[in-house]
C-alpha cells in the first residue's frame, strides 16, 4: 500500500464548476501538506502550502487538511479551462530533510 | 528569471551511455533535491543536498547514479551506462530550509526528459 492515494481521474468538468481534489495518506508523522500542479511535459508548480490542520485560501484555491482523518481536500473554485492539468499532493514530516512523498496525481479536464 | 534552472531539457542517448544533468537551485536556497518522474506517476525522491553535503540517498538511487553539489551551489546528476528503465523526467528542486512552520516549499525546476534507446 502507497503511502499516500489519489484518484488519477480523469476527472472532467465544465467552465466555473467548483473541483474537488482529495488525498490520503497513512503516515500519521506527515505534517506539511502541499499541491503541486503539473502540465504536461513540465516541472510540477506549487500551489498551495499548509503546516498542520486547518484550512488555507488563497485566490480561487482552497486547501484542507484533517489529520485525525489522514486526509487532505483542494478545491477549485470557478474552474476555468487553463486549470486543466494533473493535480499533485505531497507531503513530508517534521525531522531531517523532509523529502517530499507525492500521490500519483489527479488529471482534470475543464471543458468550455 | 529567479526560478529554479535545469539543463538539458530533453536528452536521447543510447543505452550503455553515460549522461550527466545540472541543476541551478534558486540563489540563496541552502537545499537541494532530485527526484525521478515516471509517466503516470508522482515524482519520487533520489537524494537531497545541504549546501554541498549530499545528506541522504533512496534506495532508487544505483550504483550507476552519481550527484554533486560543489561549492553548495549548481548540481549535476549523472547516469551511467544508461539502462532502458532509467528513462524518465528527473526533476530538480530547492528550498530555503526547512523546519518550523514554513520554509519548507521546494520549488521544482522544468525537468530533463531522459528517453534512453
Known amino acids: 500500500q502507497k503511502e499516500v492515494e489519489q484518484d488519477p481521474g480523469p476527472l472532467s468538468v465544465p467552465e466555473g464548476a467548483i473541483v474537488s481534489l482529495n488525498c490520503t495518506y497513512s503516515?500519521?508523522?506527515?505534517?506539511?501538506f502541499m499541491w503541486y500542479r503539473q502540465y504536461s511535459r513540465k516541472g510540477p508548480e506549487l500551489l498551495m502550502y499548509t503546516y498542520s490542520s486547518g484550512n488555507k485560501e488563497d485566490g480561487r484555491f482552497t486547501a484542507q487538511v484533517d489529520k485525525s482523518s489522514k486526509y487532505i481536500s483542494l478545491f477549485i473554485r470557478d474552474s476555468q479551462p487553463s486549470d486543466s492539468a494533473t493535480y499533485l499532493c505531497a507531503m513530508s514530516d517534521d525531522t531531517g530533510f523532509q523529502k517530499l512523498v507525492f500521490g500519483t496525481g489527479t488529471r482534470l479536464l475543464v471543458s468550455p | 528569471d529567479t526560478g529554479v534552472s535545469q539543463d538539458p531539457r530533453h536528452k536521447i542517448t543510447k543505452r550503455g551511455q553515460n549522461v550527466t544533468f545540472r541543476c541551478d537551485p534558486i540563489?540563496?536556497?541552502?537545499?537541494l533535491y532530485w527526484y525521478r518522474q515516471t509517466l503516470g506517476q508522482g515524482p519520487e525522491f533520489l537524494t537531497y543536498?545541504?549546501?554541498?553535503?549530499?545528506?541522504?540517498k533512496s534506495r532508487l538511487l544505483s550504483d550507476r547514479f552519481s550527484a554533486e553539489r560543489p561549492k553548495g551551489s549548481f548540481s549535476t546528476l549523472e547516469i551511467q551506462r544508461t539502462e532502458q528503465g532509467d528513462s524518465a523526467m528527473y526533476l530538480c528542486?530547492?528550498?530555503?530550509?526547512?523546519?518550523?512552520?514554513?520554509?519548507?516549499?521546494?520549488?521544482f525546476g522544468p525537468g530533463t526528459r531522459l528517453t534512453v534507446l
Open positions: 503516515n500519521s508523522a506527515f505534517q506539511y
Open positions: 543536498f545541504q549546501n554541498e553535503a549530499q545528506l541522504e
Open positions: 528542486a530547492s528550498s530555503p530550509r526547512g523546519g518550523g512552520t514554513g520554509g519548507n516549499e521546494q520549488f
Open positions: 540563489s540563496e536556497h541552502n537545499r
